[in-house]
């Protein structure tokens, strides 16, 4: 399986998806406060989307939401 991720940091309603390429179906999407929250605890570091993304990143994104589900 592949991922694509589609985010945007720098607006006023930042977005991030992982988005499975082969159906289009987003499998983890976080928007506005979610997300500004995880970029200011330091769960999710902006640098990290600089380059192309690795597995591991799209993995540690899934393991982030698993947590946040049971929390």
Known sequence: ??????????????????????????LVSWRGETLLNKLQNGA???????????QELVKELFLLDCLEEEG
């Open 1 to 26: 399986m592949t991922y694509m991720i589609d985010a945007w940091f720098e607006r006023s309603n930042p977005y991030l998806k992982v988005i499975h390429r082969s159906t289009g179906i987003p």
């Open 44 to 54: 999710i570091c902006v640098e990290d989307f600089e380059e192309t993304p690795s």
